[in-house]
């Protein structure tokens, strides 16, 4: 018996297709990315850039994020360029490798590539950041050593005191192993030390920055108890037992879709410990602009004469040359696309967050993803895209755009203010603590309340975690 089955599918056009590509990239990606079509597409050219003169720059000393921000009243305007202010392109003189000017050497990319680091390297290396006890240090490292190559501890913390010296005493409680776990949870990427797919999924999902409340917790539920009917594909199933609308659950699925399932084989890939900023944030003048970080990439543009010759020899629109010529076309513009996109949500981000620059983190307002859409016209989709892997220089220092989205947390006063902001006041609370007397979550959350901000103890654990900071009982000094 057939069966004819009507199913609507998007398909983006190849050049649509090469510009969501581009725009996802990093930076380090995407030269990369340039670089290569340069060497293989004949109808393309590099752009040979004349070297600035340092006085044509509007900073021709240290750059501001290679020192301390100077204290200035706040900004009014934010804009990419102020209109008095001279072209120029930024050259960062701090820790990252100078922009490369085209003088006729050849790039090598290899100065961006530290030497690479194992899991359980990274994790003890992170480990090293925390004040922390031997014997609390001893068994965190126990639980990092135990970990598998996808990023579990499969082994039950009940068996991992039979690999413990009888010399340790004295033997540690249920409480001890489930404190070191969390801080190793804690650690790097998130999903680290989950003991199931269940954990590592909410551990991710519980770190994610930009989620609305909504539907941050919509997904945590599919995840805790209807892991099983989204691996299955049964949307009808969830609806039902979620009550939810069809909207809200197409996003926490493939929210939930997108995580990673297997968080330590990202350290098979052996990614690159340096990155590439894609724009410069500093101060002209009284106003806060962004400037596009180009000279550290290389510029593409169509090989004019090659594409006259073309023309003129009248071959098939279907050759193999022809599809090159458009290829190179698409690149060059979808380059554009991707530096001026950047660029905007960039502006925005800049714009939006003018306390932050001023006063630092304490001052970061809430912000999402959707208000950057918004504001720019764009799909929400696009904006992701163009704040993962992207970084600022700025004068308090480099920052993926990622860090400046907060979800929003009311306070008594009836305000709001941004989860990053409470994790800046319980980072100064700890570090005002009495060693002796640390303080305890429940107790850090009476402060904050104290302050007008209300939240639950297990809300004060997790932007703690967040933080990188030990639980009371590890902070400890004995």
Known sequence: MQELRLRQQMTLAPRLQQSVKLLQMSALEFTTAVELALASNPFLEEVQEQAADPADRPDSGPHPAAGPAAAQAPATTSSAAAEDAPPATPEYAGDYPAPARHDGDDRDLSQWVSAPVSMREKLSLDLGNYRLGPRDRLLAEFIIDALDEDGYLRTPLASLCDTLSPDFVPPPADSEWLAALRLVQQLDAPGLGARDLQECLALQLEAAPGLSSSLRTLALRIVREQLDRLAKNDSA??????????????????????????????????????????????????????????????????????????????????????????????????????????????????????????????????????????????????????????????????????????????????????????????????????????????????????????????????????????????????
């Open 237 to 478: 199933g969830l609806r039902r037992v979620l009550d939810c609308a069809e909207d809200a659950l197409r996003d926490a699925c493939a929210l939930i879709r997108g995580l990673d399932p297997k968080p330590g084989r990202r350290y098979d890939a052996q990614a690159p410990a340096y990155v590439v900023p894609d724009v410069f944030v500093d101060k002209w003048r009284s106003r806060w602009r962004v400037l596009p970080n180009r000279g550290a990439m290389p510029q593409a543009r169509l090989h004019q004469l090659y594409a006259d010759l073309f023309r003129r020899a009248r071959l098939d629109d279907r050759s193999p040359m022809a599809q090159e010529l458009q290829e190179a076309r698409w690149l060059v513009r979808n380059v554009e696309q991707r530096y001026s996109t950047i660029q905007r949500v960039a502006e925005a981000i800049v714009k939006r967050q003018q306390t932050f620059f001023e006063y630092g983190e304490v001052a970061l307002r809430p912000l999402m993803l959707k208000e950057v859409a918004d504001d720019l016209d764009m799909h929400e989709s696009t904006v992701s895209r163009a704040t993962v892997g992207k970084y600022m220089v700025t004068p308090r220092g480099v920052f993926e755009f990622r860090h400046f989205f907060s979800r929003e947390l009311p306070t008594d006063s009836g305000g709001t203010c941004s989860a990053a902001a409470v994790r800046a006041l319980i980072k100064e609370l700890i570090e005002a603590e009495d060693p002796a007397m640390p303080l305890s979550d429940v107790a850090l959350a009476q402060q904050l309340a104290a302050n007008g901000i209300v939240l639950a103890r297990r809300t004060v654990s997790k932007y703690r975690g967040q933080l990188r900071l030990p639980p009371a009982e590890l902070r400890r000094e004995h």
